[in-house]
């Protein structure tokens, strides 16, 4: 993975080449003062501090060098406001500027520090770009105190995307297991693998659902304890169905063709789990990741069959391709178990949230208002946008079976998030406060910063929130 840490530095007046920060307000008074060359390639250029461009520029001789300025050339880039960057502003220029150092001129990095780094992570396991620059390698003074952060939050939403852009083969339930073994040895963290006949005794519905790949990709319940056990107790919990191929109610070519990013809502919970121990957040951490693949076989869970939950309540099978929110309700069961103050889940859960919101916004799904509203202003000052969605009671009955509990999948495709949600409540306790994302993962077109493919959406909107919520 990208080494976040050598892409910035403190600044100690080292050579560097400079970033003209400007945005359309001040541009015209900053071109006045250009010598005629620069005006003329500003111009030729049709450069006007747009927010998403930027343009390099000779170093002309006339202009004043200051120390250590590296003089070669200059970049002069635009963002929407220079006085306030977000963490975008800069995403534009990673991976984009010719290797080298850099130092800001006219903003502040602070709230950018992020996007510069994120920006110059590729996914390259499988394929070397051929139009990779070097490292672009930024000098901060003031905000040094914000490095850290950055960093951590930039490996947090690179391990989500390249999770998510691994292939099924390749990140497999093992795999997973893997990933969580490493973090619990890091952080000295107890972890817990629950497999085999025990998982089908206590978890029926993750078994269930996982036992069509038993060969191959055997189905599993991963957790994680970590932290002092007086400290208030969070759950997070994220879906890992490694591939999801709809089961025997088998999803078309088209619909299965993405579903690798499946184990998405287990990438962010892992990334989120990795945020708070890493920050070490006073609080007594319980990650849980149902790790199976969607698959089928002479063994697969069928339309029709009727599951014992973990929790006692028999669910029949209307549609094996709604399979996220059963073995979402084995581990919320477990969750529920040890009586945490806060409950929050991951998962790329339905497409109907997608039809709802879009790839970019992730549903959210609160029983606590006031979680709700921070949670949505933390997403807002992250730029990791969240939107609440109503766990609308009346919509429990399409949720009846005639011999079961209930069922699954309700007929039909209206709100097919909300009675998704409504299916996972069943399985968290009436006095628990419990969040639920239904979250994309991934990237349908590249934009800066954020190129194609697997995404951490609603990671950084969580963290914020958590940490606002639990630092001292
Ligand atoms: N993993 C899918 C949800 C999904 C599909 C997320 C496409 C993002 C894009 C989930 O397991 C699923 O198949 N859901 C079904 C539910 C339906 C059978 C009630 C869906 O959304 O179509
Ligand atoms: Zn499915
Ligand atoms: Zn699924």
């Not at 209307?318 to 178990?337: F, I, M, P, S, W």
Request: charged share 25%; net charge negative; proline share 5%.
């Amino acid at each position: 993975m990208t080494d976040f840490n050598t892409l910035i530095e403190a600044d100690k007046g080292q050579d560097a080449r400079t970033v003209q920060i400007l945005d359309v307000h001040n541009f015209e008074d900053w071109l006045k003062d250009q010598p005629d060359t620069i005006r003329e390639i500003v111009k030729a250029y049709k450069f006007k501090a747009n927010p998403k461009s930027f343009l390099i520029l000779p170093e002309t001789g006339t202009s004043k060098k200051v120390d250590g300025e590296q003089g070669d050339f200059r970049v002069v880039a635009g963002v929407v406001n220079h006085k306030q960057l977000d963490p975008w502003s800069l995403a534009k220029l990673g991976g984009k500027l010719p290797e080298g150092k850099y130092r800001l001129s006219g903003a502040s990095a602070k709230d950018a520090l992020f996007g510069w780094l994120i920006s110059q992570h590729v996914f390259d396991r499988y394929k070397k770009p051929t139009d990779q620059q070097g490292e672009s390698i930024l000098l901060v003074k003031d905000e040094i105190a914000q490095l850290d952060e950055a960093v951590r939050q930039a490996q947090a939403t690179a391990l989500v995307r390249d999770m998510v852009n691994t292939p099924a083969a390749d990140m497999g339930p093992d795999k997973l297991e893997d990933i969580v073994d490493k973090l619990s040895v890091k952080h000295d963290a107890e972890l817990k693998v629950t497999r085999g006949d025990t998982l089908e005794e206590h978890f029926p519905m993750i078994y269930g659902v996982g036992k069509a790949a038993m060969r191959q990709h055997a189905p599993r319940l991963l957790e994680l304890k970590w932290g002092k056990a007086d400290h208030p107790k969070i759950a997070i919990i994220g879906k890992g169905v490694t591939f999801d191929s709809g089961g025997l109610s088998m999803k078309s070519p088209v619909g299965m063709m993405l579903m690798k990013k499946d184990m998405g809502g287990a990438a962010h919970a892992i990334a989120l789990a990795k945020l708070v121990m890493e920050a070490k957040l006073p609080v007594r951490l319980h990650l849980l990741v149902p790790a199976v693949e969607n698959s089928v076989d002479g063994h697969a869970l069928r339309p029709g069959d009727i599951l014992k939950s973990r929790k006692g309540l028999t669910v029949e099978i209307t549609n094996t391709d709604a399979e996220g929110r059963l073995v979402l309700g084995d581990a919320l069961t477990l969750a529920g178990e040890e009586e945490p103050e806060l409950i929050l889940d991951f998962a790329t859960l339905t497409g109907a949230a997608r039809v709802a919101l879009g790839p970019d916004l992730p549903a959210m799904f609160a029983t606590d208002d006031d979680v709700a509203e921070a949670l949505h202003q933390a997403g807002d000052a992250e730029d990791d946008p969240v939107w609440r969605m109503p766990l609308w009671k009346r919509y429990n009955s399409r949720l009846n079976s005639s011999i079961a509990d209930c069922i699954n999948s309700a007929s039909g495709s209206f709100a097919g998030c909300m009675t998704a949600a409504l299916f996972l409540q069943k399985f968290v306790p009436d006095n628990v406060s419990w969040v639920h994302f239904d979250t994309y993962a991934w990237h349908p077109a590249s934009k800066p910063g954020r190129p194609k493919g697997g995404e951490a959406l609603g990671l950084r909107a969580s963290w914020r929130y958590l940490k606002d919520r639990y630092t001292a």
